[in-house]
């Protein structure tokens, strides 16, 4: 079992940025290492949508293009924690961003995820 928690979310100007972490918990280092991990991100009345992921290793990432050049995805398997830094926020950015781990494979649809974390918020004002 995986707990992922979010943090970091809050109220940005367009423009801006922010960074969110995801730490997870019940999980060694190397239980954590075994994870491909990833956003995504839900505005309301919208479905929930693949933003960023990145495979177990680091060593290879994966983005959306509504994000792409804009979003870093990055981890650090000693903290078990990944990052999302984005920058360049527009308002259509806004949303409820949640975490997510796969085992072994990259979590780049919902179809991969194995467990989600309980998502934090994120608004960008114009």
């Known amino acids: 079992q995986v707990q992922l928690v979010e943090s970091g979310g809050g109220l940005v100007q367009a423009g801006g940025s922010l960074t969110v972490s995801c730490a997870a918990s019940a999980a060694s280092a190397r239980t954590f290492s075994l994870y491909g991990m990833g956003w995504f991100r839900q505005a309301p009345g919208k479905e929930r949508d693949f933003v960023a992921a990145?495979?177990?290793?680091?060593?290879?990432?994966y983005y959306a293009d509504s994000v792409k050049g804009r979003f870093t995805i990055s981890r650090d398997n000693a903290k078990n924690t990944v990052y999302l830094r984005m920058d360049s926020l527009k308002p259509e950015d806004t949303a409820v961003y949640f975490c997510a781990a796969s085992p072994l494979i990259t979590p780049t649809t919902s179809a991969h995820v194995r467990y989600w974390g309980q998502g934090t918020q994120v608004t960008v004002s114009s």
């Open positions: 990145i495979h177990k290793s680091g060593t290879t990432t």
